[in-house]
Structures are given as structure tokens and as C-alpha cells.
């Protein structure tokens, strides 16, 4: 089933929504952004109701959010929200910060349709982004009971994405391991050298007593 229901807000006000009529998603999802807004982290976070997860990113304010069938996984889910929040930054730019309540529905909703459609039953859509290997460390965003928490009334709490410091980590591990590599192969060249050095001096040496003087005063006449 893919991809069901998508909208893009600032804080609790919704700028531009899709999704099919007959599910209660909409509902949902204002729910959510109600209960996270006041938290200016950016993250990634996942919800889950029955058979449904709602997948949340949150960047510079700007919230990004899909419910999506439990059977895709997370990759894809994501995926869609990075191209939907970057194709929405590209388009309207510093309008969002200032535009009114749906101000943006009328044009971008056919956006969602169409990346919707796309991330849902185009194969290629999870090919590409498998072959770029952007999202594939969200398997580590971790997944809230929605049903608990509303009907509690608690404070949704944030279970954080990983991937930002997973990366970050990849990312020092390989430059610590090239860092130790290059000072291995420094290490091996000084050894090698002193090496050399000494099997030099030992045969000066063997010389040297061998011909009877520093200079090699035998050897050389």
C-alpha cells in the first residue's frame, strides 16, 4: 500500500496536505504536530497506530510528515519526506515562514500526489535511494504506540534518529582510520630506513676491522 497520507507545516499550522479521504489520517497527524509543537529540535521520529506508522522529520522548523503502510519499512517513508522537504524549500523559500494556513495546498498538494504515487509502486524510487545510501540508517529511528499516547493524553516523547550521528561516527572512524594507516606506513618507512642504517654500520664496521683502520687503509691500497 506505500505511502497513504503526507502533509508539510509550520509548527501546528498545515501548509499544504494529501491523502485519501477515507482514512482518519489527517486527524491523526494534526494531533501529532499539536503534541511536538513547542520542541525546536530538529529529528526524525516515528509513531505507529495498528498497521499504520507516521513518519515525522522536522528540519529548521519546517515539519515533514507521512503515514505510511507498517510493511515498507522506514527507508522508503524517509526517503519521501527528504525529497518532499527539499522540493517544498526549493519551491516557496522563505514564504513558509510567514504563509498562512494552507496558503501552499493548491499547488503542492499535486506535488505530494505525484511523489506519493512515486515512493509508493515505482520500484525505482527505492532502487535509486538504496543506491545513494541516504537513508540507510533510519532503520535505527525507534517506533511509539500513537494509540497509548493520545488516549493518555501524555507528552509524545522523541525517539530520535540515529542516522545524523551514525554518520557522523562513520565519518571519524574512517578519517581515524586513514589518519592511523598513513601513520603506519610513516612508522614502517622510519623502520625500514634504521634498518638500513644499521646493517650499513655493521658492515662498516666489519670493514673497517677487516682492513685494519676507520679509513680502510688495507682495503684501499
Known sequence: ???????????????????????????????????ITGDNNDTNVSYSQDRYIFHVKRTDGLTVLCMADDTVGR????????????????????????????????????ILSQQIEYYSNDPNADRINRLKG?????????????DKVLERGDRLEFLVDKTATMQGNTFRFRKQSRRFRNNLWWRNCKLTVALILLLLAIVYVVLAFACHGLTLPYCLN
Open 1 to 35: 500500500m506505500g505511502i497513504l497520507h503526507a502533509l508539510v507545516a509550520r509548527g501546528s499550522v498545515v501548509l499544504a496536505e494529501h491523502g485519501s479521504a477515507t482514512t482518519n489520517a489527517g486527524t491523526i497527524s494534526k494531533q501529532i504536530l499539536e503534541k
Open 134 to 146: 541516504e537513508m540507510s540508517q533510519v532503520r535505527n529511528v525507534m517506533i511509539q504506540n500513537i
Open 75 to 110: 527507508r522508503m517513508p524517509f526517503a519521501f519526506l527528504e525529497d518532499i522537504h527539499q522540493r517544498f524549500v526549493r519551491t516557496y523559500g522563505r514564504a513558509v515562514l510567514t504563509a498562512q494556513a494552507y496558503a501552499m495546498n493548491d499547488e503542492f498538494s499535486r
